[in-house]
């Protein structure tokens, strides 16, 4: 079955350690986001990747950075810059049927807890 | 003024009864429109796309309205199993989607 495939879906880390986080797609997807939930908040945008090789800041990209080497894949790191990174993650993307309307699909998000 | 506002909330209803949820949106130019539902600690999920024909699907009724630029979700006879929060969800393309989220409603239904 298609869909998206995070990992890990809990991740506890430091401070000061980078993270990475995995988001792996087989919907044949172009575009692909990094969203962050705090508790109580909208999903905020991090980082979009509407094509391989490319990719644009969202709303909050101070102290994440992203990659787009294959179509399938957009992981996102957590750097030591970032000064609250507790939060939880989520990855989506938008193509196929849904490329009319916008409609995001969802991976099952990755909850970070910097102790 | 944020871009999607939803009621607060939270609301807390017993079985059976009909809540309804509104959200506003700020930008005119917003073409496409949806109601998420998000489980406690889980991703959001496609509830239903929103019309302003309106929609309609089993117990939960959408609606948009273009010139107050305001979406509504009506859900009827509620269940236990509605416990979750509601997202509205906003949806530009300017070249590329631009897709914004309200911070939810939760709802809490009681038997």
């Known amino acids: 079955d298609g869909g998206i495939t995070q990992s890990p879906k809990y991740l506890f880390r430091k401070e000061g350690q980078n993270v990475t986080l995995s988001c792996e797609q087989n919907l044949n997807h172009d575009a692909m986001y990094w969203y962050r939930q705090d508790p109580g908040q909208g999903l905020r945008l991090i980082y979009y990747s509407q094509i391989v090789n490319d990719f644009q800041k969202g709303d909050i990209a101070e102290g994440y950075s992203v990659s787009r080497e294959k179509k399938e894949s957009f992981p996102l790191t957590v750097t030591s810059a970032q000064k609250n990174p507790t939060a939880f993650y989520l990855c989506?993307?938008?193509?196929?049927?849904?490329?009319?309307?916008?409609?995001?699909?969802f991976g099952e998000g990755s909850r970070l807890t910097v102790l | 003024r944020k871009e999607v506002e939803q009621d607060p909330g939270p609301f807390n209803v017993p079985e059976g009864a009909t809540v309804a949820f509104n959200c506003t949106y700020s930008n005119s130019a917003s073409q496409s429109f949806f109601w998420y539902r998000q489980d406690c600690r889980k991703e959001p999920k496609l509830l239903m796309s929103?019309?302003?024909s309106g929609n309609e699907d089993g117990r939960f009724t959408a609606q948009l309205n273009r010139a107050s630029q305001y979406i509504s979700l009506l859900i009827r006879d509620s269940k236990l199993s509605d416990s979750a929060t509601y997202l509205c969800v906003v949806t530009l393309n300017t070249g590329g989607f631009k897709t914004i989220f309200g911070a939810g409603t939760r709802l809490f239904v009681k038997a």
């Open positions: 989506a993307s938008i193509g196929g049927a849904r490329i009319s309307t916008g409609e995001l699909f």
């Open positions: 929103v019309y302003s």
